[in-house]
């Protein structure tokens, strides 16, 4: 039996692992629950699971939902504040943890975990983006597995667990492409939030969602698979493929190609990790090469004219140190204020660049927590006074 604290529990990758964990509550119990402030999803989650503890960044709204649990009598154990999704990486009860939160803020929880020695189930893109140079060596020191769960790096692990990885030649990371796949770059001008947050394939988050129309989360993917799996930004290639049936590729040195198949959900990688090294009961329903829209293939190049912050990552990954935490931090900022609707659509992308140039000095810096912990903080700064000048 998995012991679980899932950090995110009420974002999409959080609720899709209580419902493995719903499915077979003979293979897992949920030791620890957090969120950011959604604490009526949370306390839904507390009554159904009855986790040891519990976490809500937000003071105000932890305070009330502790209060609301006295009154009922449910003895779950509340911490506040933006630290305490550190406390429930760390129970000691738990033996897993699933790091679903969004963004930066995912990072030291998740550090803190390998420091514990816990099993890393790790859908936070983000942490080895930023980190990625302290954090795998950090989880080879104590002898923890990182298990990816984002559905292209879950792929490619998959396609190399039977094999040698000495005979892995390139990596092909599928791209859905996003909502704006095949547009020219002045159509990007006048795009809206609204028809950025409708993805044609996959529900998700909205700064995921914008992070796949902007192609970000593609450049994410590329630095965080360099990290997961030990190769150049320059062995890994990103293959549009708008059915998002293939997940991801490996090519191997005599020329054969691997791939992993299956429907566009999250529930597939969630399950491979958190059955790893068995392989857990099918939950959603298997997939048919028969289906409508599975039997039709096709494959792209990215444009990287049109989708500039893809070939900026792969510079950013190749500089290395502090820059990536830097790109991350500029990144998550502008999206927040797209959101908003404070600035435009190829604002996001004009932001990165102005913020990634002024900090150029920190490529190729030692990193660790505290350094890219400062970066991040002086690169959000940087990117709301460069964000000033975008305001619509």
Not at 27 to 44: H, K, M, N, P, R
Not at 170 to 184: C, E, Q, V
Not at 294 to 306: G, H, I, M, R, Y
Request: glycine fraction near 10%; charged fraction near 25%; hydrophobic fraction near 40%.
């Amino acid at each position: 039996m998995r012991h679980l604290s899932i950090l995110g529990s009420t974002g999409s990758i959080g609720k899709q692992t209580l419902e493995v964990c719903r499915k077979a509550p003979e293979d897992f119990t949920v030791e620890g629950l957090s969120c950011g402030s959604d604490i009526d999803a949370l306390y839904e989650q507390i009554k159904e699971f009855s986790p040891k503890a519990a976490a809500v960044s937000n003071e105000v709204k932890g305070a009330e939902l502790a209060k609301r649990l006295k009154e009922e009598g449910i003895k779950t154990e509340i911490f506040t504040g933006p630290d305490s999704s550190s406390v429930i990486a760390q129970l000691s009860e738990c033996d897993t943890v699933v790091g679903a939160i969004v963004g930066f803020a995912g990072l030291e929880p998740v550090y803190r975990a390998i420091l514990k020695g816990k099993t890393i189930a790790l859908a936070n893109k983000e942490t080895l983006v930023a980190g990625g140079d302290f954090i795998m060596p950090l989880a080879k020191e104590k002898g923890v597995d990182v298990l990816p769960v984002d559905s292209e790096h879950s792929a490619i692990w998959q396609c190399l667990r039977n094999g040698d990885e000495k005979n892995l030649d390139r990596i092909l990371l599928t791209a859905s492409g996003g909502p704006f796949r095949g547009m020219k770059r002045e159509d990007l001008e006048t795009v809206t939030a609204e028809k950025a947050l409708n993805h044609p394939t996959w529900k998700m988050g909205g700064k995921i969602t914008i992070d796949s129309a902007t192609m970000m989360n593609k450049g994410l993917e590329v630095i965080e698979a360099h990290h997961l799996f030990g190769v150049s930004v320059d062995d890994i290639d990103i293959v549009v493929h708008p059915q998002s049936i293939i997940h991801s590729m490996v090519r191997l040195k005599d020329g054969s190609v691997l791939g992993q198949m299956g429907r566009p959900s999250m529930i597939l990688p969630i399950i491979v990790a958190l059955y790893y090294p068995e392989r857990g009961q099918a939950v959603s329903s298997p997939f048919d090469p028969f289906a409508q829209g599975c039997n039709n293939l096709s494959f792209e190049k990215c444009d990287t004219e049109v989708f500039r912050l893809v070939k900026l990552a792969y510079e950013v990954g190749r500089q290395g140190g502090l820059l990536p935490a830097v790109m991350n931090a500029a990144n998550e900022t502008a999206v927040m204020s797209f959101l908003d609707g404070k600035i435009g659509f190829l604002d996001i992308e004009r932001t990165v660049f102005d913020v990634c140039s002024g900090f150029a000095g920190l490529a190729g810096k030692p990193v660790d927590i505290d350094s890219v912990k400062e970066a991040d903080k002086e690169a959000r700064i940087k990117a709301l006074e460069v964000l000033k000048k975008y305001s619509l």
